[in-house]
């Protein structure tokens, strides 16, 4: 069998990089270990050099590379070649190669369709019976939910993001202000970046400015394969002085992913020690793919105080990396499961008939106050929100206020409108259709 080429990300634009004997050019294209250069001039021939990469925000990077022979059989106008990054700086490519990833990540789901084609999380199957006569009144209305060992006055999550750039800060900031005005939880993004790479720790730090909002750290599954994964927990909860830690489950997104993961074994006893021995509550998330029931009782069973189902029909983060790859390989594998999952109606109420025990925050394409309310009356403590609150974030500082205020506002008009005088009541009034049951059994039995 043939080995795979190896995997590129494309840069748009590219990143300027000057030599200090090959010459100036662009880096078109990062891989894990290697860079693809562009000379717009001849190239000047040596087997190895230094580059100094230009990232933007006033940072830059210094690769020590190796061309090989093949790089200089003819030196031409706009060359091309690929260079070896030496072992040593390894790791600084790998801190440019995530501050690329972070900065793409904005730049995309900022701009294109990021979202699961059919857009279809199953609340579309489940209807919220009508009441004409409720004999309430608004302001009968309770909204008030605990998750993680605290009480909230809405049943909503700002769920984690971004991170790693200097942008993020800013988005981190605004979304921040937001939760604690409306005194809801919210989750960062990946801190990994900022445990490898400290400088970068203060764009995560938003309890400086919002010193009250309910804080949820961040940290991939990947990172558990670490001898130090106990301790890289607790340097990110205290990092940011989280109130909780969630840690993310994305196999799909790192397997297409051109860095990304490849190997998850074993990682199901390192939860459970996490959760035993971190001193904050553990919220295990799904990211886009649903979380199924048998992985749902495996962490229930480790200790984790709550899961997010993270189910399909909202932002897909694999089609996303699909969009940064150069492979046109990668690219159709990212497509293809554009839409693979549980979504997230039916993730919700799979996982609260099976485990009702277990706290559960719904989040996939909830994009109005009726999936709220759908969400809650099918088990969900909370009912998370992304896309819409992250772009609003890159709007402007008001905007996220009125993304939240728009689902609490809907929330308790459906509320009313069902005569669901407090959340729990809304469990009575959710009525799954024949198509979603059947569904359900599609997915579970």
């Known amino acids: 069998m043939s080995t795979p080429a190896r995997s590129f990300v494309t840069l748009r634009p590219p990143l300027p990089f000057v030599a200090d004997r090959a010459g100036a050019g662009f880096v078109t294209a990062l891989a894990v270990d290697h860079l693809v250069l562009e000379f717009p001039s001849e190239l000047r021939a040596t087997a190895r050099d230094r580059l100094t990469v230009a990232f933007g925000e006033g940072r830059s990077f210094t690769l020590r590379v190796a061309f090989g022979t093949a790089a200089f059989a003819g030196s031409s106008q706009g060359l091309k070649v690929e260079a070896e990054v030496e072992p040593e700086d390894l790791r600084e490519l790998d801190n440019l190669l ?26 579309s199957e489940v209807i919220l019976r009508p009441s004409a006569l409720p004999e309430l009144a608004w302001d009968d209305l309770r909204t ?70 309910f804080l949820i750290g961040n940290l991939g599954i990947g990172q558990l394969r670490s001898p130090t994964y106990l301790d890289d927990c607790k340097r990110a909860v205290a ?23 490849r190997d998850f074994r074993g990682l199901t006893d390192r939860i459970g020690e996490v959760a035993r021995k971190l001193g904050v509550p553990v919220l295990v998330k799904e ?14 069973e480790c200790g ?15 089609y996303i990396e699909g969009l940064r790859a150069q492979s046109a390989a990668t690219r159709a ?25 277990l706290e559960l925050a719904a989040t996939g ?29 890159l709007a402007s500082e008001e905007a ?45 039995d």
């Not at 839409?339 to 996982?351: E, I, K, Q």
């Not at 394409?365 to 772009?391: N, S």
């Open 304 to 318: 984790v105080s709550a899961v997010d189902v993270g189910g399909k029909g909202g932002t897909s983060w694999s």
């Open 287 to 300: 990211v886009g793919g649903g979380l199924d029931p048998l992985s749902a009782a495996r962490l229930l």
């Open 98 to 123: 995530t501050l690329v990833r972070k900065g793409q990540h904005i730049a995309i789901c900022e701009s294109m369709d990021v979202e699961a084609k059919d857009r279809f999380t199953g609340f």
């Open 365 to 393: 394409g909830v994009r109005d106050g009726l999936a709220v309310a759908k969400a809650v009356g099918l088990g969900a403590r909370v009912a998370g929100v992304g896309l819409p609150i992250f772009r609003a974030a």
């Open 144 to 213: 008030e939910t605990r998750f993680l060992g605290r009480a909230f006055p809405l049943p909503l999550l700002i769920t984690g993001m971004t991170g790693g750039l200097l942008r993020g800060a800013e988005i981190n900031a605004r979304l921040a202000a937001a939760a604690q005005h409306f005194g809801i939880p919210m989750g960062v993004g990946s801190q990994r970046i900022a445990l490898e790479h400290p400088e970068h720790a203060s764009i995560f730090a938003v309890k400086r400015e919002a010193p009250k909002v």
């Open 333 to 357: 594998v990212a497509e293809t499961f554009r839409d693979f999952g549980l979504p997230t109606a039916l993730a919700v109420s799979a996982l609260h008939r099976r485990l009702p025990k």
């Open 239 to 261: 990092m940011i002085d989280a109130d909780a830690l969630a840690i993310h489950l994305n196999v799909l997104q790192e397997i297409v992913q051109v860095e990304g993961d």
């Open 400 to 444: 996220p206020f009125a993304v939240l205020e728009t689902l609490a506002q809907g929330l308790k008009t459906a509320m009313l409108a069902s005569g669901a005088r407090n959340l729990e009541s809304l469990k009575a009034r959710v009525r799954p259709t024949r198509r979603f049951e059947e569904m359900l059994s599609d997915f579970t």
